[in-house]
């Protein structure tokens, strides 16, 4: 299936496009080279998510609350099941770092086939409180997991069958999910959101929805209806960035997505960015990447 850029609405959330409408499943293999600094910010979505490394090593960071952010590294051949709606970032640890992904709704299973059965074999995962399920290279069950999701990201919607093809696969990884859940504590896993990460969701989401303006530190402490200094703070736990040294690396990654897919002019590009001015765009695109904005869309 189809390489895909992340791309995110203002409230953060992640604008999946599923090519067939009959099957909501959309697949990704994802170059991190491709990506400013190897890195996707923070983002959810309501569709779940599964993971798998085929080249190198990644970070994820799966923000559950203040005192349950998780940080996780995997390496070539480990997984991750992510939830619906979970606060999460991936970064590469190294050049060349490849991820295999998996996305589809809560509604895949709203197919009149698995009506009968929903409750005992399928919400038994959307029910639960884990934050996360890592996926080993050492368990049967884990193995058989990541190589359903390599297996699956390797269609290329032209095979005979090709929709049975993706509902077999995707019940399958289904079907061993929920197996090894039975061998997960449950206790030791639950993390429910706090409302410190309710306060990163809104301060985020005024980011994104205003980065092409002046923005000052008061104004996203506000829009949570906090004070400065706990914006501070907040960014700082969770992020380990102040706000504004978050907003640059946003606006950054905005400014090198235009670069290599418009024609829009260097100009025009830091502006809609919100860098006040040409030059001081130059300046501090060269101070992050080491290069000019013309060299880098070259």
């Given at each position: 299936?189809?390489?895909?850029m992340?791309?995110?609405?203002?409230?953060?959330?992640e604008?999946?496009?599923?090519?067939?409408?009959?099957?909501?499943?959309?697949t990704?293999?994802d170059?991190?080279d491709d990506y400013f600094?190897?890195?996707?910010?923070c983002?959810w979505?309501?569709?779940?998510e599964?993971s798998?490394?085929?080249?190198g090593?990644v970070?994820?960071?799966?923000f559950s609350s203040?005192k349950?952010?998780t940080?996780i590294?995997l390496?070539?051949?480990?997984?991750?099941y992510v939830?619906s709606?979970?606060?999460?970032?991936?970064?590469?640890?190294?050049?060349?770092?490849i991820l295999?992904?998996l996305?589809?709704?809560?509604?895949?299973?709203?197919?009149?086939?698995?009506d009968?059965?929903y409750f005992n074999?399928?919400?038994?995962?959307?029910?639960?409180?884990f934050?996360?399920?890592?996926?080993?290279?050492?368990?049967?069950?884990?193995i058989?997991?990541?190589?359903?999701?390599?297996?699956?990201?390797?269609?290329?919607g032209?095979?005979?069958?090709?929709e049975?093809?993706?509902i077999e696969?995707?019940s399958?990884?289904?079907?061993?999910?929920?197996?090894?859940?039975n061998?997960l504590t449950?206790?030791?896993?639950?993390c429910?959101e706090?409302?410190q990460t309710?306060y990163?969701?809104a301060?985020?989401?005024?980011?994104?929805?205003n980065y092409?303006?002046c923005?000052?530190?008061?104004?996203?402490?506000?829009?949570?209806?906090?004070?400065?200094?706990e914006?501070?703070r907040?960014?700082?736990?969770?992020?380990?960035?102040?706000?504004?040294e978050?907003?640059?690396?946003?606006?950054?990654?905005?400014?090198?997505?235009?670069?290599?897919?418009t024609?829009r002019?260097?100009?025009d590009?830091?502006s809609?960015c919100?860098?006040?001015?040409?030059e001081y765009f130059?300046?501090?695109?060269?101070?992050?990447?080491?290069?000019?904005?013309?060299q880098?869309?070259?």
């Amino acid at each position: 299936m189809e390489v895909k850029m992340l791309e995110l609405q203002n409230d953060l959330r992640e604008r999946i496009s599923h090519r067939n409408q009959y099957i909501p499943v959309t697949t990704c293999v994802d170059h991190f080279d491709d990506y400013f600094n190897r890195t996707w910010e923070c983002h959810w979505h309501e569709e779940v998510e599964f993971s798998v490394v085929l080249k190198g090593s990644v970070e994820y960071i799966i923000f559950s609350s203040e005192k349950n952010t998780t940080t996780i590294t995997l390496h070539h051949g480990e997984g991750i099941y992510v939830p619906s709606g979970k606060l999460h970032s991936v970064r590469a640890l190294q050049e060349g770092t490849i991820l295999a992904g998996l996305v589809f709704p809560i509604s895949f299973f709203e197919l009149t086939i698995f009506d009968n059965f929903y409750f005992n074999n399928i919400s038994k995962v959307f029910d639960s409180h884990f934050p996360f399920i890592y996926l080993n290279t050492e368990e049967s069950i884990d193995i058989s997991i990541t190589e359903s999701i390599i297996e699956i990201c390797g269609l290329t919607g032209t095979e005979t069958g090709f929709e049975l093809y993706c509902i077999e696969l995707v019940s399958r990884i289904w079907r061993l999910l929920t197996s090894k859940m039975n061998h997960l504590t449950e206790k030791t896993m639950f993390c429910e959101e706090s409302i410190q990460t309710q306060y990163m969701k809104a301060m985020l989401t005024f980011i994104h929805s205003n980065y092409g303006k002046c923005i000052t530190v008061e104004e996203i402490a506000k829009h949570s209806g906090i004070s400065r200094t706990e914006c501070f703070r907040c960014f700082k736990k969770f992020l380990k960035k102040t706000p504004m040294e978050y907003t640059t690396s946003y606006r950054l990654s905005m400014a090198t997505m235009l670069l290599t897919s418009t024609s829009r002019t260097i100009k025009d590009i830091s502006s809609s960015c919100g860098f006040s001015t040409p030059e001081y765009f130059g300046k501090v695109f060269k101070k992050y990447l080491g290069t000019t904005p013309g060299q880098y869309r070259k």
